[in-house]
T-cell receptor, first 113, second 117 residues
Framework: GQQLNQSPQSMFIQEGEDVSMNCTSS?????WLWYKQDPGEGPVLLIALYKAGELTSNGRLTAQFGITRKDSFLNISASIPSDVGIYFC?????????????FGKGTLLTVNP | NAGVTQTPKFRILKIGQSMTLQCTQD?????MYWYRQDPGMGLKLIYY???????DKGEVPNGYNVSRSTTEDFPLRLELAAPSQTSVYFC????????????????FGPGTRLTVL
């Protein structure tokens, strides 16, 4: 099956620092997604990317869809304590009526005030 | 709207017991999904449904069954619980994926934490 490699596994940063995480795949996806999961909650969609090369921002978050369609990165600028959580990338391969997400293993972000 | 609701929030089962995880959405979404999340891992798709009466296997369907008799409900059934099924289970729903590269956001419930001893 399709595999997603997400790195780093965890990050410990100081409030105010910028953060970068990325995902690479052995397969091509035609949509890349970034989710955040707070403790005890389900994942919430942060950014969706639909085209190779696309760069999209959502507040302090910026994500890009790699040109090869096999990678994506997420940047968080000027981190704040509420950025703490697990960030997941997910790739979507859509064909016919099937829309199956493949998730990375997540990046655990800790922000020290 | 309540969104996607799941019950129970927590459950402990003995090996061999059965149970049903409930999932309900009030957004009139056609598509519904069940995922499991193991520690340090991403979410893996168990089953999904593209509409009432239609279900299909995901990546890890063994040991589970689903049904979709209404648009709103998508219960997940464990018939003979095994320790390997200890996990956090998430239900999600979405509108049908659009043509081309469009994507309709999957909304997730809060999860059910299941332990099998």
């Amino acid at each position: 099956g399709q595999q997603l490699n997400q790195s780093p596994q965890s990050m410990f940063i100081q409030e105010g620092e910028d953060v970068s995480m990325n995902c690479t795949s052995s397969s091509i996806f035609n949509t890349w997604l970034w989710y955040k999961q707070d403790p005890g909650e389900g994942p919430v969609l942060l950014i969706a990317l639909y085209k190779a090369g696309e760069l999209t921002s959502n507040g302090r978050l910026t994500a890009q869809f790699g040109i090869t369609r096999k990678d994506s990165f997420l940047n968080i600028s000027a981190s704040i304590p509420s950025d703490v959580g697990i960030y997941f990338c997910a790739g979507l391969f859509s064909g016919g009526s099937n829309y199956k997400l493949t998730f990375g293993k997540g990046t655990l972000l800790t922000v020290n005030p | 709207n309540a969104g996607v609701t799941q019950t129970p929030k927590f459950r402990i089962l003995k090996i061999g017991q059965s149970m049903t995880l409930q999932c309900t959405q009030d957004m009139n979404h056609n598509y519904m999904y069940w995922y499991r999340q193991d520690p340090g891992m991403g979410l893996k798709l168990i089953y999904y449904s593209v509409g009432a009466g239609i279900t299909d296997k995901g990546e890890v369907p063994n040991g589970y069954n689903v049904s979709r008799s209404t648009t709103e409900d998508f219960p997940l059934r464990l018939e003979l619980a095994a320790p390997s099924q200890t996990s956090v289970y998430f239900c999600a729903s979405s509108y049908p994926g659009g043509a081309g590269n469009s994507y309709n956001e999957q909304f997730f419930g809060p999860g059910t934490r299941l332990t099998v001893l």
